[in-house]
């Protein structure tokens, strides 16, 4: 039977937990998240937006991202300093971002990212053409879906 110690489970705490902190490490050196351009975008989602750092690895590193609590579904390391992201629907007001890559590190950009209705951003366009259901599609009319009253 194996004993350990109380000093001997430290010092394993302390290896396991250096262990993590250097698993952050990538080649273009350590993973760094900073901000997100920009940092706004309507509430019904949609809106490319980048999330910048550095020491992120296109085609090696998985990352998630959540706007809030609801996960981007397009997400792409673009290069060394960039993630491409397409915002989910949210509600209005500030969210937190937070990116969990596949090794492990996790980074919150607090109140990163500001839902504001279509009217503030000058895109109510967008918010037409969204891929909500009932909403219309790039190309067609839009119709009626509320019958007319009965006579």
């Not at 900073?34 to 509430?43: K, L, S």
């Not at 809106?47 to 991202?65: L, M």
């Not at 009217?119 to 909500?132: I, M, N, P, Q, W």
């Amino acid at each position: 039977m194996t004993r350990f110690s109380a000093k001997s489970l430290s010092v394993t705490t302390l290896a396991v937990a250096f262990s993590l902190v250097s698993g952050c490490e990538q080649k273009g050196g350590p993973v760094r998240v900073d901000r997100i351009e920009p940092a706004q975008g309507i509430v019904s989602g949609g809106d490319q937006v980048e999330v910048r750092g550095s020491g992120f690895e296109p085609g090696k590193t998985q990352v998630e991202v959540r706007f809030g609590r609801v996960r981007a579904d397009q997400v792409s390391i673009s290069s060394t300093n960039k993630i491409t992201v397409v915002t989910p629907p949210g509600n209005r007001g500030p969210v937190d971002v937070t990116l969990m890559f596949d090794d492990g590190a996790q980074f919150k950009i607090a109140e990163g990212f500001r839902y504001v209705p279509p009217s503030e951003t000058g895109d109510v366009r967008k918010a037409f053409f969204s891929d909500k259901p009932g909403a219309a599609k790039p190309g067609t009319t839009p119709t009626n879906t509320v019958p007319p009253p009965a006579k």
